[in-house]
């Protein structure tokens, strides 16, 4: 491994004060910076463990539930408070990574994994992601995996969080503390697009730190589930994905969150498909007429065409699911 | 632990025992343990996390110690393959990994056997389908599955 100095700061101002520093980063879980590392495709000169300062507990929080960036991924998606009232966020986390790496990767960490787009990975070839200015090998190379929301000529790399998108749906906010005090960011805003600066994932900045993820009571009112479509039935990204959070009333929906992974340069809620299931039971026409509208907008490139049909069919079944399990335990 | 950051001091409990160990910032607990504590049981596979090959147990729970730096250990507890049965004995697992021919090369079988003591640790063999999914961080090659998903099903009975 290329060498880089450790630090273990006492308390935020002086990580904080690290962090700003040229070639330092923050480090918790490590799954991804050292994978990462190992591959040259980021060359910190210091790595900053933020463990001891990121809590990870998991707690009930203004009718709603904190939990902290250091909580391991295992952890949330063992914990009843998880379970019982975003069960969409325990599958997504269940259908992450592996065991070890679950044991091992951080709530906060998760967010700010980094794309697996396989020029972002390749330092062999162009990538404006790794090396800004150098162009995008993705969009006119092999980009099956790739995003059909949300890119530009410069970037197409998908987000592959599953955790974020269950937080989407869950319409979590995202806890950010620097000197400077807390702040709280929507989950639906924490993503940036790549439009002009692919290498600038979310809206953080220097030295700022994810303390806590925030889900709100009226997400736990709803029912939610997480399915996962993927090239093998366990350990393996997304291609496509879906997160239902659902209040029904009187046998038809009152209120919808869909967001959709694998397919987004962040995570992506569908702005035509929840309107077209409000309101409505779900019966198997509605399900079918809402799915067809997943896609729309989408944009795709010549190896991730088949996402368009994928990802239909992959709200299809989601809502499909759901309705089975609302007819069962309604 | 010195100010400059470049070589720590550390201290892992490694098998029941305190060891003290000088290592550089970017050590990995698989190098730590391999070149510096010569516990060569625990094997470097892709160094990616991909594999499973390094498994080894961290305060209790299983981690790819590929990927988790020698100084985040610092102070914690560390299992490897060479701590898992007292001197001169086998595991439950162990023993069933042989009894049901789990391997081939055999190069997998020490994270095979770390994840499968931390599978029936966490409840999670009560089926063949669970087994699978709880042991898909760990990649055999040879493609010994069947027998291993067997092992971990028969040590788990045995264990119960």
Known sequence: MALFRYHRPGDLSEAHARAVTPGAMYIAGGTDLLQLVQERVTQPAEVIDVNRLAPPEIETSEGGVRIGAGAKLNAMAAHPLVRERYPVVAEALMGSASPQVRNMATAGGNLLQRTRCLYFRDVATPCNKRQPGSGCSAWDGQNRQNAIFGGSPTCIAVQPSDFAVALLACDAEIVLASPGGERRVPMADFHRLPIEAPEIETVMEPGELITAIELPDRAAQRRSRYLKVRDRASFEWAVTSCALSIRMEGGAVSEARVAVGGVGTKPWRLPNVEPAIVGQALTEQVITSAAERAAEGAEPRQHNAFKVPLLVGTVRKALREFAQMEAVQP | ?160
């Open chain 2, 1 to 160: 632990m010195p100010e400059d950051g470049r070589a720590l001091e550390i201290e892992l409990r490694v098998n029941g025992q305190s060891r003290r160990l000088g290592v550089e910032g970017s050590t990995t607990l698989l190098d730590a343990l391999r070149d510096r504590l010569h516990l060569t049981g625990t094997k470097k596979g892709c160094d990616l996390g991909q594999c499973g090959a390094c498994t080894v147990l961290l305060d209790g729970q299983r981690v790819v110690s590929c990927l988790t730096l020698a100084a985040q250990a610092d102070g914690r507890d560390v299992i490897t393959i060479e701590g898992i049965a007292p001197e001169g004995q086998l595991h439950p697992v162990q023993a069933a990994f042989i009894e049901h021919d789990a391997f081939q090369c055999g190069y997998c079988t020490p994270g095979q056997i770390m994840s499968a003591v931390a599978l029936i640790q966490e409840g999670r063999a009560t089926s063949d389908e669970e087994i699978r999914e709880h042991m898909s961080g760990n990649l055999c090659r040879c493609g010994a599955y069947t027998n291993i998903v067997a092992a971990v099903r028969d040590a788990a009975a045995k264990m119960a």
